[in-house]
């Protein structure tokens, strides 16, 4: 049987400046971070600017357009 595929957005974004990581709201750069291999890199049309976890990639951190609907995790103080 196959996994059904969850992805889910975090905090980390590199919308401001292209490369540069940081955690929503706060700007904190992004110091830990479990890129999948290969990740984050340019998409040819510039618009993958936000983190996510994806089951299909072990729930390593993968850049993608934040315009894709999916769930999303909270941080909770």
């Known amino acids: 049987t ?3 595929i969850i992805e889910c957005w975090t905090a980390g ?3 401001i400046v292209e490369g540069h990581w940081v955690w929503a709201p ?3 750069e992004m110091v830990f971070s479990a890129w999948a291999p ?3 890199n340019q998409s040819l049309n ?3 600017d936000c983190a996510g976890l994806f089951n299909w990639q ?3 951190m993968n850049d ?3 315009d894709e609907p999916r769930y999303f995790i909270c ?3």
């Open 64 to 66: 993608d357009n934040c």
């Open 2 to 4: 196959s996994q059904p």
């Open 13 to 15: 974004n590199d919308i």
């Open 46 to 48: 510039g618009i993958d």
């Open 58 to 60: 072990d729930f390593q």
């Open 38 to 40: 290969g990740k984050p």
């Open 75 to 77: 941080e909770q103080e």
């Open 26 to 28: 706060s700007s904190e």
